[in-house]
């Protein structure tokens, strides 16, 4: 499966911002699908994942409450909407296929990534 993230863009701290990915290739409904984010000098952060049908959610406590997950399998998407964003969300975002679970998420093919960047 092929993964093409995009809607990142310059906000400022308090904006809201909703970035997508879009999949194609295999049957996108046959994947849990996550996202990750990576700031410069930093590790890859897990930032929540959905099931194959969407009906279950995961997102972490660092984000929890501000960050929300959503796909649309008719569409092949899905989206992280990211609320009361702070400097420190600042990353590039990419987006993860895995053939396993929802959670505890492992990412098998990866998007090319999608840079949000919040001002303070």
């Known amino acids: 499966v092929q993964l093409q993230a995009s809607g990142g863009g310059l906000v400022q701290a308090g904006d809201s911002l909703r970035v997508s990915c879009v999949a194609s290739?295999?049957?996108?409904?046959?994947?849990?699908m996550g996202w990750f984010r990576q700031a410069p000098g930093k590790e890859r952060e897990f930032v929540g994942s959905?099931?194959?049908?969407?009906?279950?959610?995961y997102t972490p406590d660092s984000v929890k409450g501000r960050f929300t997950i959503s796909r649309d399998n008719a569409k092949n998407t899905v989206a992280l909407q990211m609320n009361s964003l702070k400097h420190e969300d600042t990353a590039v975002y990419y987006c993860?296929?895995?053939?396993?679970?929802?959670?505890?998420?492992?990412?098998?093919?990866w998007g090319q990534g999608t840079q949000v960047t919040v001002s303070s």
């Open positions: 993860a296929a895995s053939r396993g679970t929802y959670y505890p998420f492992r990412g098998d093919y």
């Open positions: 290739g295999r049957t996108f409904s046959g994947y849990a």
């Open positions: 959905i099931s194959r049908s969407g009906g279950l959610t």
